[in-house]
């Protein structure tokens, strides 16, 4: 299998930082492609160099050496860098300068340029430097104004992003998620020390603690992944769940642990959009599905939730997002999550402010996440010679550096982890504390 990479009309992608004329150097990404060697075979010049110097500076002088395709090197000076950039060619110096977010992915992952050194520590260490140079420069700021194609996630184009990344195969996903339930969402480390498992269980608790669920209460779910928190749910606090999602893998998978562990009669999967809930519940929840639904169609989702949630009723979503409005990182939208978009606190209001919905408590698990990718791409790296075999070296390559940046992008601060916690806004029926949060009750331990 492929890895998938769905093309899109776009002509700009976000420059993170470039302040070279883009058309030259996207002339001069052209003249060294067409060189006749593979690899752009020859001796770097003064322009080679200034260009690469350039880089470093832009993306705040990390203490990392770059390493040119005649072997020459250029560094900022420190002897004993972290990790050192090989480029394997010209053109993928200077097309990283045309398009730095884009082609940065692109290049890694056709083994164009190379990392040797900490991947993870790398991309924080970027990342913070771009963020300190956001504003400089004309070009890039006329970049991020235009890089970025709007999300318009339509039923039918929603369902085809989802298909992109969730339906690959959940035998790639069972080899580094977690074995309790199968949850490819933030989990929750009261303590640093947990194993995965024993976090994401401590997860769908706080999640369950925070929507005060009790038995017989009535619970919707809104993109419900392999199933695992709808089973959770109702084995341990003896709720029915009715869990939406449109991808086909995921569906047929959760319905069938459903069957196996006899919760069939109390937990049903429906295949659908979220937009197509139906029927009146004491609780609504959402984990991980809010970054697919785009801000144009908030308001629209809030009008689900407000139809569909009974009186006294209460509602959670967890979702990434950011402390400010920016686009999903370029590269990460096209080749690996079409469709999504982080969005800040104040995006999220979109659902709530014209639907008489209420803000209870929010929470940011940043670190969490952070932590959680830890756990995730160490799982990976210790299967990738599987994943390689059911994929190809490109498909690994990418989804390492997938699971790097984002836990990059948690450590630096460019991604947040919101659990948002709401009610009607004229329930007074609401609690005084945030005790309840944290009132451990007895629940099985994962093995």
């Not at 139809?307 to 950011?322: D, E, N, V």
């Not at 709530?352 to 940011?364: A, G, K, P, Q």
């Amino acid at each position: 299998m492929k890895v998938r990479q769905q093309s899109y009309d776009a002509p700009h992608d976000r420059d993170p930082g470039t302040y070279m004329n883009e058309s030259f150097a996207a002339q001069h990404a052209a003249d060294a492609a067409s060189d006749d060697s593979p690899v752009s075979a020859g001796k770097t010049n003064t322009l080679d160099q200034q260009t690469a110097l350039k880089l470093l500076q832009i993306i705040g002088q990390p203490a990392i050496h770059l390493v040119l395709w005649d072997g020459s090197k250029v560094s900022n000076g420190d002897d004993e860098p972290v990790a050192t950039i090989y480029f394997r060619d010209r053109a993928s110096l200077y097309l990283l300068v045309l398009r730095p977010e884009l082609h940065w992915g692109d290049l890694y992952t056709d083994g164009r340029v190379e990392v040797d050194g900490d991947l993870v520590w790398l991309l924080d260490a970027v990342y913070r430097g771009l963020y300190q140079h956001r504003n400089q420069g004309w070009l890039k700021r006329l970049n991020e104004s235009l890089g970025h194609r709007k999300i318009r996630n339509t039923f039918r184009r929603a369902a085809d992003n989802i298909h992109h990344h969730y339906d690959i195969g959940n035998d790639f996903y069972q080899l580094w998620l977690d074995k309790a339930a199968m949850q490819y969402t933030c989990a929750y480390y009261p303590d640093p020390a947990m194993t995965l498992e024993q976090a994401q269980l401590a997860k769908m608790s706080h999640v369950c603690r925070k929507l005060q669920l009790k038995p017989g209460d009535r619970v919707v779910e809104a993109g419900c992944g392999w199933g695992g928190f709808a089973l959770h749910m109702a084995k341990t606090h003896g709720v029915t769940v009715k869990a939406y999602n449109i991808s086909n893998e995921q569906v047929s998978y959760a319905r069938e642990r459903a069957i196996a562990e006899g919760l069939s009669g109390r937990v049903e999967y429906v295949l659908d959009d979220y937009r197509n809930i139906h029927g009146e519940f004491d609780a609504f929840v959402s984990v991980g599905m809010l970054e697919h639904v785009g801000t144009e169609y908030y308001p629209a989702l809030g009008q689900v939730i407000n139809r569909c949630l009974g009186p006294g009723g209460r509602g959670l979503f967890h979702s990434i997002g950011r402390n400010r409005p920016r686009p999903m990182n370029t590269w990460i939208e096209r080749r690996i999550f079409p469709g999504a978009y982080p969005p800040s606190l104040g995006e999220m209001m979109g659902i709530f402010e014209t639907n008489r919905l209420s803000v209870l408590d929010i929470e940011n698990l940043r670190l969490h996440y952070a932590l959680t990718l830890k756990d995730w791409l160490q799982r990976f790296e210790q299967n990738a010679d599987r994943v390689e075999e059911m994929m190809d070296e490109r498909f690994v390559r990418a989804w390492r550096l997938y699971l790097s940046g984002s836990q990059a992008a948690f450590t630096s601060g460019q991604l947040q982890l919101f659990q948002l916690v709401f009610a009607r806004d004229d329930d007074n029926d609401i609690p005084w504390s945030r005790a309840h949060q944290y009132t451990l009750t007895d629940e099985p331990q994962p093995q």
